[in-house]
Each structure stands twice: as C-alpha cells, then as structure tokens.
Nanobody, 122 residues
Framework: QVTLVESGGGLVQAGGSLRLSCVGS????????LAWFRQVPGKEREFVAYITRITGATTYADSVKGRFTISRDNAKNTVSLQMNSLKPEDTAVYYC???????????????WGQGTQVTVSS
C-alpha cells in the first residue's frame, strides 16, 4: 500500500508559478510510474503529465506542454510538478498518482493522493 501526500497548491495570478510536490510512503518508490492529473468539479479527471520508472522519460498533455515540468527524486520518494505561465484554465484540484506498471495517460493508477487545490486568478 502506497500513501501519497501532495502539497504546494494555492492561489496565484495568471502568469505566475507554483510547484507541487507529492511524497510517497513506499520504500521502493523508484519502481513506480508516477503521474499528475487534475480535475475540475463536474468534469472528468484529466491527465497532466507522467514520468516513467526507469529512464525518467516524461510525457505531457498538450495543454501544459512547454509550461509544466514533472520530475522525480527517488531518494526522497518525491514527484514534483513545476507549473509556470499559469492560466485561469489551469484552475483545478491536482492529484499525484502511482502505479507499478508502465506509465499511461489514462487514470488506471493504483494509488492516488488526496489532491491539492490550484487556483489561478485572471
């Protein structure tokens, strides 16, 4: 069982930056594929970015490409999401997720954090 805890959300003006972090409880964190998703009330959960287990390769949703960067620090059991040039449409609850299998853009991840709110004002 992996427990994931996000932090770093908040209120920021459009054009600003935030950095989200997610700490995992599992000692073998490095063996998990990790991802960030987001969700707006009334809408389906949306893929944001993932980072693979072994090579650390990354994939981004088109809506965040060039603005967001996902990274992982296996020594600290942490996955981060650096968000720059934020837009009001980035407003959502952001979730980190982990799975033992290969990274995917669908939401078939085994473990999820509780979410952290990001609000971007115009």
């Amino acid at each position: 069982q992996v427990t994931l805890v996000e932090s770093g959300g908040g209120l920021v003006q459009a054009g600003g930056s935030l950095r989200l972090s997610c700490v995992g409880s599992e000692p073998t964190f490095s063996s998990y594929s990790l991802a960030w998703f987001r969700q707006v009330p009334g809408k389906e959960r949306e893929f944001v970015a993932y980072i693979t287990r072994i090579t650390g390769a990354t994939t981004y949703a088109d809506s965040v490409k060039g603005r967001f960067t996902i990274s992982r620090d296996n020594a600290k059991n942490t996955v981060s999401l650096q968000m720059n040039s934020l837009k009001p449409e980035d407003t959502a609850v952001y979730y980190c997720a982990a799975r033992r299998g290969i990274a995917t853009i669908d939401d078939r991840y085994e473990y999820w954090g509780q979410g952290t709110q990001v609000t971007v004002s115009s």
